[in-house]
């Protein structure tokens, strides 16, 4: 079984290349790796469009060359992607391969406007492939009700094993209840901007600190509102909030192993978002919304608290019965470290795509 697998520079920021560092070892020598996508971040047009172009001339003679048996695609369902990442689709398709398509970001508002010219695109590229991986289930919904009758699958995004090696003695947290002992420390870790929830998450610590003084809310991450972010934090004088910027590698894990609590309010168009199964793996109780595959998974009250609400106030309450009761934050990150274990871990979701991709060569499927 030889498999190509398109993915971005694995060694720049995002999604897709940390899901492939994460789960690259545990492939195996039947993976072969294509780099598509920027190289250096920021591109002018011109510079784009040759770019886009070589890519392609370079993946068509991968395609005639290489003697693979399945090409692994690594879209989003976003509006650019339909045009750019389908001509790899289309080109994968003609050259006789098993296709996968494996959408990691996804746009739900684009889902109304797949009609038309761009519906009809969608599906006269796309809709080739053998095999459509999501991050949830409601976007595999979507695709079969669009006519999609091929497999759907619904995957996971992956953490690394090293996170599960970690002694149990080092992931105990404090025992404070944010009146007294140590404060603690409640973990916002994203892309800082409106719709990864850094406003609502501000906003409910604000109001759990007016009444705890022992907690601290700690912000990691960089993003276009981090400035607007910190001006809110000064003009409402919001104490203990520490603004990190952006973490990885060893700071990142101290950072999970010192704090008590995830809070994520997001309200972003999410697959599957990587900082909150991290979170779990690390043993922390989380704050979140039901964004994509989060809904599918997480259990309000066993793995921490969930709401579609917007409003701060809610997960204001959600944040403070978590930081009065820290026997039920250990309980609850117990149960969480354990059941990312065994769902996450990235020789398991490497294993589940390996026999997808077996699956496919022996011209089988999975509904």
């Known amino acids: 079984m030889k498999i190509l697998i398109a993915t971005p520079e694995l060694s720049m920021q995002g999604g897709v290349a940390n899901f492939f560092r994460t789960i690259r070892p545990f492939l195996g020598d039947e993976a072969e790796f294509f780099t598509v996508g920027s190289r250096s971040g920021r591109e002018s047009v011109p510079a784009t469009m040759m770019r886009m172009a070589g890519d392609l001339w370079r ?4 395609l005639r060359s290489g003697g693979h048996d399945v090409v692994h695609l690594n879209p ?6 339909l045009v750019r990442d389908g001509m790899f689709v289309l080109a994968a398709a003609l050259s006789g391969k098993r296709v996968l398509v494996f959408f ?12 038309g010219v761009l519906g009809s695109l969608f599906r006269a590229t796309f809709f080739r492939a053998d095999t459509i991986a999501v991050l949830a289930s409601r976007f595999a919904d979507f695709l079969r009700e669009r006519g999609f009758e091929r497999p759907v699958i619904v995957e996971t995004t992956a953490v690394d094993e090293e996170v599960f090696r970690i002694p149990e003695d080092e992931l105990r947290r404090d025992t404070g209840d944010g009146k007294q002992g140590n404060a603690v420390n409640v973990l916002f870790l994203s892309r800082v901007e409106a719709a990864k929830g850094v406003f609502a998450a501000l906003d409910a610590f604000a109001r759990v600190r007016s009444r705890l003084p022992r907690v601290r809310l700690l912000v990691a991450g960089e993003g276009p509102d981090l400035e607007a972010a910190k001006r809110r934090v000064a003009d409402e004088g919001v104490q203990d909030v520490e603004f990190l910027g952006y973490v990885r590698g060893e700071e990142k894990e101290r950072l999970f192993l010192k704090s008590d609590i995830y809070l994520f309010p997001t309200f972003y168009p999410e697959g599957l978002p990587i900082s909150l199964i991290e979170a779990m793996a690390y043993g922390l109780p989380a704050v979140t919304r039901p964004a994509g595959g989060v809904a599918d998974f997480f259990e309000h009250g066993n793995m921490g608290f969930m709401s579609e609400s917007e409003d701060a106030g809610v997960f204001a309450d959600f944040l403070e019965k978590l930081v009065r009761a820290p026997a039920r934050r250990r309980e609850i990150g117990a149960y969480n470290r ?10 398991l979701v490497a294993r589940r795509l390996l026999e997808t991709y077996g699956r496919m060569i022996g011209g089988a499927g999975s509904d």
């Open 59 to 62: 993946f068509r003679s991968k």
């Open 76 to 81: 989003s369902f976003v509006p650019k992607a």
């Open 104 to 115: 990691h970001g996804w746009d739900v508002g684009l889902q109304d406007r797949i009609e």
């Open 338 to 347: 354990g059941y990312a274990a065994h769902r996450f871990a990235a020789s």
